[in-house]
């Protein structure tokens, strides 16, 4: 059965901090790709940033110099730095999992940035 938990999610204040975590099993993690996602009320979820098996990174305009992802293929964990944080980021963050056409998400977790 393959499960992602994601953990990290607060209630921080603007140009705070945050570290996003999901763990992975059920899956031979090293082989696929993973990304976060976010959604907030009323929007499609968008992605955040992802990671490649092959450690190549992309990321949205929006958090381009102030996020950073990477993973850890010995934890089988994927990880999203959150800096300077903006009241634009509070969403529900979701974890990803994607390798051709399978797809495995998380239940996401409460990102909250206000004062």
């Known amino acids: 059965q393959v499960q992602l938990v994601e953990s990290g999610g607060d209630l921080v204040q603007p140009g705070g901090s945050l570290r996003l975590s999901c763990a992975a099993s059920?899956?031979?993690?090293?082989?696929?790709?993973m990304g976060w996602y976010r959604q907030t009320p009323g929007k499609q979820r968008e992605l955040v940033a992802v990671?490649?098996?092959?450690?190549?990174?992309n990321y949205a305009d929006s958090v381009k110099g102030r996020f950073t992802i990477s993973r850890d293929n010995a934890k089988n964990t994927v990880y999203l730095q959150m800096n300077s944080l903006k009241p634009e980021d509070t969403a529900v963050y979701y974890c990803?999992?994607?390798?051709?056409?399978?797809?495995?998400w998380g239940q996401g977790t409460q990102v909250t940035v206000s004062s």
């Open positions: 990803n999992a994607k390798l051709v056409n399978n797809g495995y």
């Open positions: 059920g899956i031979t993690f090293r082989i696929y790709d």
């Open positions: 990671i490649t098996s092959g450690v190549t990174t």
